[in-house]
């Protein structure tokens, strides 16, 4: 159970098995003192007591306000992802993966759906998209990104690149809880991309909707984007 340095915020409930559960997001201190976050669940019958299943530590930053954007910046697949690894990590039942790039990129694709909506879809014009419309489709761009990168990357090169993130340890990805370990490996890479900041793509999306809108349409469909 968490001490009282653990911070602790509900992220809502999810629906899986037949059970709601709660879910919060947990931050800390680490030695070094910087920041580091995961997410707990609790049946919702046992929210004030009962067993808490929690996953991996997935987020390292430099201030808790940067875990706090990054968690709330997902979508429910992810979140009911995680959820499941989690299950499935306490059960040691975890079901053989597809590859493990393609996994990654149907897991993204469908984040970035739920995130954005069907946006893409939608023909009212961009300039009068709200703010928070306009946040929503910034941070599904973003998991796009990233996703649109892993398909690039020889699947050879891709495993290595995940066992240096995830400190030179080859996890086993049928057996090991492959999506909270996705979740640092997503997140490192996010860091990596010359990814332009929200003014600058808000300017640029409101002038060039089409064009996102076709990206976005071929990418989460499996197609070409050259």
């Not at 340095?5 to 409930?13: N, Y």
């Not at 808490?52 to 997902?74: H, N, Q, V, Y």
Request: charged share 30%; net charge negative.
């Amino acid at each position: 159970m968490q001490n009282d340095e653990h911070r602790r915020r509900s992220m809502g409930f999810l629906d899986l098995g037949g059970a709601t559960w709660a879910c919060y997001l947990v931050t800390f201190r680490d030695a070094s003192g910087r920041w580091k976050g995961f997410f707990s669940f609790r049946p919702r019958e046992e929210e004030n007591g009962g067993e808490e299943i929690r996953t991996a530590d997935i987020f390292l930053e430099d201030a808790e306000s940067e875990i706090d954007r990054k968690a709330r910046g997902l979508g429910r697949p992810l979140l009911s992802g995680l959820l499941s690894s989690a299950l499935h990590t306490r059960e040691r039942s975890q079901p053989d993966p597809p590859a493990l790039r393609n996994w990654f990129g149907e897991v993204l694709s469908s984040n970035s759906r739920e995130v954005a909506g069907e946006w893409e879809s939608r023909d009212e014009p961009a300039e009068e998209r709200t703010l928070a419309e306009l946040r929503s489709i910034y941070a599904s761009y973003r998991i796009d990104q990233v996703a649109h990168f892993i398909t690039l990357v020889d699947p050879d090169d891709f495993q290595r690149t995940v066992d240096t993130i995830l400190d030179g340890q080859a996890f086993d990805f049928s057996t090991r809880d492959r999506l909270q370990f996705a979740m640092m490996v997503v997140a490192e890479i996010e860091g990596l991309l010359p990814l332009p900041p929200f003014e600058t793509w808000a300017e640029d999306y409101t002038s060039h909707p089409e064009a996102y809108r076709k990206y976005t349409h071929e990418l989460h469909r499996g197609e070409s984007t050259d």
